[in-house]
């Protein structure tokens, strides 16, 4: 079984471009909506997600929180283009930077489009209660916000928060 254990934060600097070691465009739409999951109609998100010449359908478990079900497969490209194309009904657009810091990955997301301005690191760990070295570029822990899921972002891009969303005063 699948089990995806990821931490999801703002950044309060810029300093981790320099820690950069690959980035990659990504491009990515939902087959089960936003409001189907947050109505409890569904009880998972439905992905497609092509990055260069790949593309994989991924579902995940719609809990919120640190800990989620997760199931991840290769599809070929020309379907998943089509079914971003004809099945979603919009798109995440966002390029996904690598950065090592004291032994762990963050994968950190800048987004385009609607949803330009936002900048959200994840980190993937091996267990929920696993320790790691926050580096300095890190903010504000977002992990049970749902706004600042990309199921989410399709429906309610950042462009359309209002400042207390963006400050996280709602």
């Not at 997600?49 to 929180?65: F, H, M, P």
């Not at 194309?85 to 390029?95: M, S, Y």
Request: charged residues 25%; aromatic residues 10%; glycine residues 6%.
């Amino acid at each position: 079984m699948g089990i995806e254990i990821e931490r999801k934060f703002l950044l309060s600097s810029d300093a981790w471009r320099s820690q950069v070691s690959r980035s990659q465009r990504m491009v990515q739409g939902y087959l089960v909506t936003a409001a189907a999951v947050t109505s409890g109609a569904a009880k998972s998100s439905v992905r497609v997600r092509v990055a260069g010449d790949q593309a994989w359908l991924n579902i995940k478990s719609s809990t919120l929180g640190v800990e989620r079900l997760e199931f991840e497969y290769a599809v070929p490209l020309v379907d998943a283009e089509t079914l971003l194309a004809r099945l979603c009904d919009g798109v995440v657009e966002k390029i996904r930077h690598y950065v090592a810091h004291a032994g762990h990955e963050f994968e950190v997301d800048e987004f385009f489009g609607d949803n330009d301005g936002l900048v959200v690191a994840e980190l993937e760990l091996n267990s929920v209660n696993e320790s790691f070295e926050k580096p300095d570029w890190l903010g504000r822990e977002v992990t049970s916000h749902a706004r600042y899921y990309n199921l989410n972002l399709v429906k309610h891009p950042y462009a359309a928060w209002s400042a207390a969303e963006r400050e996280g005063q709602d």
